[in-house]
């Protein structure tokens, strides 16, 4: 079992619809856990990090954290066409030494105007 | 945040040679990373980039194969030599600022090796 698993879709909606991405995984030890935005050819934009359970609301974007069932997610409200990106999930553990991310595959999406 | 630069954004190089990536950030910062990103892959963790030492690796990546420099605090250097198709990649440079959940990465180099 691979340490963290994202479906890499890829994902197509219309414009103005709630996209949910996810993530789940498999190592208890990790603490935190950010989403990146990949545009084709550049490189991972950190949109929203968060530590333990809970979520996090940032304009049209929330992070959602279920540590008890190790599942991640990130969503996408009133979707536009160019939030048309790869999205990457990453998590780490905290304290000295935990600085190593560890990322999913990535999930393409295509939002259609 | 930080503002991260990458020279040369892409190369195309011939097997057996070496090629320099360099990064440059805007600001000072203690920590400092490259990762590759492989078609089809998630991101990996190459080594950490500490200034003043030699770069801590991972495993399944040696020195000899890809020596860093990190001369100060906002510039980096990572050389893959020897290089062969298998090398063909984008290679990121990374920082972290602020938090712990707060890394930052560079435009990336895409390599191939021919």
């Known amino acids: 079992q691979k340490e963290v698993e994202q479906d890499p879709g890829p994902l197509s909606v219309p414009e103005g619809a709630i996209v949910s991405l996810n993530c789940t995984y498999s190592n208890s030890a990790f603490q935190y856990f950010m989403w990146y935005r990949q545009y084709s050819r550049k490189g991972p934009e950190l949109l929203m990090y968060?530590?333990?359970?809970g979520n996090k609301e940032d304009g049209r974007f929330t992070a959602q954290v279920d540590k008890s069932s190790k599942y991640i997610s990130l969503f996408i409200r009133d979707s536009q066409p160019s939030d048309s990106a790869t999205y990457l999930c990453a998590m780490s553990g905290s304290g000295a030494g935990s600085y190593q991310l560890t990322f999913g595959k990535g999930t393409k999406l295509s939002v259609i105007p | 945040s930080a503002v991260i630069s990458q020279k040369p954004s892409r190369d195309i190089c011939q097997r057996g040679t070496s090629l320099t990536i360099q990064c440059q950030v805007d600001?000072?910062?203690?920590?400092m990373f490259w990762y590759r990103q492989q078609p089809g892959q998630s991101l990996t963790l190459i080594a950490t980039a500490n200034q003043g030492s030699e770069a801590t690796y991972e495993s399944g990546f040696v020195i000899d194969k890809f020596p860093i420099s990190r001369p100060n605090l906002t510039f980096s250097t990572l050389t893959v030599s020897n290089m062969s198709p298998e090398d063909s990649s984008i290679y990121l440079c990374?920082?972290?600022?602020?938090?712990?959940?707060?890394?930052?990465f560079g435009p990336g180099t895409r390599l191939t090796v021919t």
């Open positions: 968060t530590y333990s359970s």
């Open positions: 600001s000072q910062v203690t920590m």
């Open positions: 990374s920082v972290r600022t602020g938090g712990e959940g707060e890394q930052y």
